[in-house]
């Protein structure tokens, strides 16, 4: 046996003896030329080459073709709302999503607000779900990934843990009538304050909230709602409260004085604030020269007025003339006009106070009026019942 050259592979530490005598053996037909050896195991090597890259070739093949023959099938665990797709063709997850979102929309859906109720179903709504697109959405989810993690995961049998949302699609006119519905069975304008003079007094009327029924959050919440995989069977309407422009306290600032006058009492009431102030006894206009009924206000005072005499029958050669202040002047001390020609003035005929006696005007005492007058500006509200 030949010695072994220097530059002849030496035997590693920890080899096996058989792998050193194989490498010694390619050695030695490699060195020698023309050795009987060295042909065969050159082929041999392609051969097993060649059967390798056949084999990569064949698996990558495989499990493409496998891939490609589960393009349209959706992984085990994936859901939509809550619906089991998995392991399901897409054109069954269609028909499955189909049958169980339609259960869904045609479900009654209460919306409540205090004691109205409203039974509304989604699908007559024109509530609308895209099964075909669902189904689409699942696949997708279930192809995420690269080529060998899914196909070994499919072989597996490995699931993919996924609950995709749904989307519902409303017309916009059936969502508008639906909102609309809702609108005007429960949206209520604010009420001012306000008072209602009688005979008997100012009657107070309390201001009330208004309530608006937020349409946008309202489709959203029902939107949201039928998404969810077990849907609500009731649903509270939201609103915002809407204020009053006016309320009593409003009123109260604004009206600092008003006049009721009870003709059938021969009464004047004064309110300051809205609360009873004082009463006064009066004289009312006689037959055929009532004083008017109705809401007027204070146009103008005046102290220690003129007579301006009327162009009225009754006035007989004093008509159209003016008495100045004095015996003659009927009208004493104060005059507050509320109705062009009409008005309220002191008198001296004390016991005209309680009866028919005036030509329309209201007569009170003079220490009366003057107390009337300082407490009641231009613009006060009087009412003659």
């Known amino acids: 046996m030949p010695e072994r050259p220097a530059d002849a592979p030496a035997r590693m530490p920890g080899r096996s003896r058989r792998h050193g005598d194989f490498q010694a053996r390619l050695w030695l037909a490699a060195s020698a030329p ?48 809550n619906v089991d797709v998995g392991g399901l063709h897409a054109a069954d997850a269609e028909t499955r999503l189909h049958g169980q979102l339609l259960r ?17 179903v989604a699908h007559d709504a024109g509530a609308r779900v895209d099964a075909a697109a669902l189904a689409a959405a699942a696949v997708r989810r279930s192809r995420r990934g690269w080529l060998v993690p899914r196909v070994v995961r499919a072989l597996a049998g490995r699931r993919v843990d996924a609950n995709l949302p749904v989307h519902i699609a409303w017309t916009r006119p059936a969502m508008r009538r639906l909102l609309r519905r809702v609108r005007s069975a429960l949206d209520r304008h604010a009420v001012d304050a306000r ?26 919440e029902l939107k949201a709602a039928l998404t969810r995989p077990d849907p609500p069977h009731a649903l509270a309407v939201p609103t915002r409260r809407t204020a009053p422009r006016t309320t009593l306290a409003d009123l109260a600032r604004r009206d600092r004085a008003y006049i009721i006058i009870d003709r059938a009492a021969f009464r004047l009431r004064l309110y300051i604030h809205l609360r009873l ?9 006689r037959q055929g020269l009532e004083t ?75 220490p009366d009026v003057i107390n009337l007058y300082d407490r009641v500006p231009v613009g006060a509200p009087v009412y003659v019942a």
């Open 34 to 81: 023309g050795g009987k050896d060295a042909a065969p195991l050159a082929a041999r090597a392609r051969t097993s080459l060649a059967l390798g890259l056949a084999l990569i070739t064949v698996l990558i093949g495989a499990t493409v073709a496998y891939d490609r023959s589960r393009r349209d099938v959706i992984a085990p665990g994936v859901r939509v709302a």
């Open 104 to 120: 869904r929309l045609k479900r009654p859906i209460v919306l409540r607000r205090g004691h109205r109720r409203f039974v509304i």
């Open 195 to 220: 008072v209602v003079p009688s005979a008997h007094g100012l009657r107070k009327l309390h201001a009330h909230p208004g309530r608006v029924v937020r349409a946008g959050m309202l489709a959203h």
């Open 277 to 285: 102030a004082r009463t006064y006894p009066i004289a009312v206009g």
């Open 292 to 366: 008017p009924a109705g809401v007027y206000d204070i146009q103008w005072k005046e102290v220690n007025p003129p007579w301006r005499v009327p162009n009225s029958p009754w006035a007989g050669a004093l008509a159209g003339r003016t008495i100045p202040p004095g015996p003659q002047d009927p009208i004493k001390a104060r005059w507050l006009a509320f109705n062009g020609g009409d008005g309220i003035h002191g008198t001296d005929d004390v016991g005209s106070i309680g009866s028919a006696a005036s030509h329309g005007c209201i007569r009170m005492l003079i």
